[in-house]
């Protein structure tokens, strides 16, 4: 058996989790990314879905973090796929309703990074849950 | 075996068979959801910005807008997504427009830029003044929504604008309360605010006192002029005698608004149409190799069943509803994706390419489901049918002693 077939959910969890911490930073705008503050004064001030990509990106790499304990302590498998589907439900709940975007469905926060971070989301939800179930060619004799 | 019991049995048999190789089954699976995702996604979108376009000029009333030269492209984007825009122009052309002969009904507009919010986070909306004497496009919505006419602090609300009725609404450091909220249209009118001309120039008064940046409309402009016409087959001939004869200024027509949407639309289309193209070229490959190969393995259990009895139409069958099962099953997986996806970037995409959107009713949308998935299954045991028929082919002595 391969490196890839006996730790490919750990590698999966890691590529998941590293692609959502750097689309969300790189890829997915919010307001401030397209030059959108709130003004008090003279100051400008970020609006609430800078701390969205935030929520966002530290989910992503507690994600990529389980995934390397996958590695390291293949025998918790099942225990950790199922917080990482938790975990992705989180991403899908933080632009919704923790730390939701802004109020006006045209803004660039949710254009960009609401619908992101909900298909993000959704993947490393479904993966989650795919990982839960032992695969009997993939995992042999190994996985229980 | 009879045909009744046999069918079933057969199904039964071609969903075992996709599981003998669950990788080879998904990878082949993913490529047929690829394909009808985005055959779906391409469909919904046709179907949905037609659906808008037709609500959005039923709505609009007007048979041509007529705007100062040089404002036709802000005028279809003001029109088609909402994005605010302001220019004006002498409220004298009223008149001239009024007095053209095949115009019916003329009233001006007045169109306002909201600064930005400094609540969180609702960004710049655009305001449109009418003149409730001449007004023949608004007013047919109030009495809709509302049955009596706005008061001076009052104002219509677009379907995306945030807020319920009664809600207090702040432009310009004057305060509003909404009235009324309209049906969606999927287009510009969706994001837009309405309220009586009279309202727009007392707020462009006030805001020199109340409003941190003073709203400057010069005195007795106005920003386009709605016309209705006699006979609306003549809309181009009299959008071009007013260009002719009024200097200064453009005509927009209901056709052209539809043709522009149509070119953007297009423009979409050019990238869509080479990755379903693409893709399916890819797909359809790796279906004529995936059953060839399942062919070249089953030759020995084929044999057996014509052995067994089975008629050369039954093996036939038993290959190609495999083949229709896994399109089927990756059509479906593809509807429901592309429509979950699409539903995710529908705003970010109409946006990026000037596009209005309204979701077509139930029926429209399931016969599209329905269709893919029909299309998805039908292609694949098309693309099944050669490996299969050269297989009946072979003498079921041949076919069992083959490997």
Redesign the interface.
């Known amino acids: 058996m391969n490196f890839l077939s006996r730790n490919w959910r750990g590698l999966l969890f890691i590529f998941l989790g590293l692609f959502t911490v750097f689309g969300a930073h790189y890829f997915l705008d919010t ?1 401030a990314d397209a030059g ?1 503050f ?3 004064g003279d100051k400008e001030i970020h ?3 800078t701390w969205t990509e935030r929520g966002v990106i530290g989910v992503g790499g507690l994600v990529a973090f389980m995934g390397l304990a996958m590695l390291i302590a293949r025998e918790s498998w099942r225990g950790l796929s199922l917080a990482a589907a938790g975990a992705g439900a989180l991403m899908i709940l933080i632009p919704l309703y923790l730390i939701p975007t ?6 660039p926060c ?3 990074l609401k ?1 992101g971070s ?2 993000l989301g ?1 993947l490393v939800l479904v993966a989650g849950l795919i990982s839960m179930i032992r695969f009997r ?1 993939l995992d042999g004799a190994e996985a229980r | 075996m009879p045909h009744s019991k046999g069918v079933p049995g057969l199904w039964r048999l071609a969903a075992l068979n996709l599981l003998r190789n669950p990788g080879r089954s998904i990878a082949v699976l993913l490529g047929v959801l690829l394909v009808a995702g985005t055959a779906f996604a391409g469909g919904l979108i046709t179907l949905g910005v037609n659906h808008a376009v037709e609500t959005g000029l039923a709505r609009l009333g007007a048979d041509l807008m007529v705007v100062p030269k040089g404002s036709v492209d802000a005028t279809h984007t003001a029109l088609v997504m909402g994005e605010p825009v302001a220019f004006y122009m002498d409220g004298a052309i009223l008149g001239q427009v009024a007095a053209i002969p095949g115009v019916r009904a003329a009233s001006p507009q007045i169109y306002v830029e909201t600064l930005s919010s400094s609540a969180c986070c609702t960004g710049r909306m655009m305001l449109v003044g009418y003149d409730p004497e001449s007004d023949f496009t608004v007013k047919p919505w109030l009495r809709y929504v509302l049955n009596r006419a706005l008061d001076p602090d009052e104002i219509i609300v677009g379907n995306h604008v945030l807020g319920l009725t009664g809600d207090p609404m702040k432009f310009y450091g004057t305060d509003f309360r909404i009235a009324a909220r309209l049906d969606p249209t999927g287009m510009g009118m969706d994001e837009t605010v309405f309220l009586p001309a009279t309202a727009v120039w007392e707020m462009a008064k006030n805001s020199v006192t109340l409003a941190e940046e003073p709203l400057a409309i010069p005195d007795g402009h106005v920003s386009a002029i709605l016309v209705g016409l006699n006979d609306p087959a003549q809309a181009p001939e009299i959008a071009r005698q007013i260009e002719s004869q009024i200097s200064g200024v453009s005509v927009v027509t209901a056709g052209q608004i539809t043709q522009g949407v149509s070119d953007d639309l297009d423009g979409l289309m050019t990238y869509l149409l080479p990755i379903i193209v693409g893709v399916l070229l890819v797909v359809l490959v790796l279906f004529v190799i995936l059953f060839a190969a399942i062919a070249h393995e089953r030759s020995r259990e084929i044999g057996l069943l014509r052995a067994l009895g089975a008629t050369v139409r039954q093996a036939i069958a038993a290959l190609l509803m495999e083949a229709a099962f896994m399109g089927g099953l990756g059509g479906l997986a593809g509807v429901l994706a592309g429509y979950a996806v699409y539903g995710l970037f529908k705003t970010a995409i109409m946006v990026s390419y000037t596009l209005p959107f309204l979701y077509p009713n139930a029926t429209q949308l399931i016969s599209l489901g329905v269709a893919v998935v029909a299309l998805a299954a039908l292609g694949g045991a098309l693309a099944a049918a050669y490996p299969a028929w050269r297989l009946t082919r072979l003498d079921p002595h041949h076919a069992i002693h083959a490997r």
């Open positions: 307001c959108h709130m003004h008090m609006m609430g879905c802004c109020a006006m469905p045209n803004m949710n254009l960009s619908p909900l298909l959704g060619k």
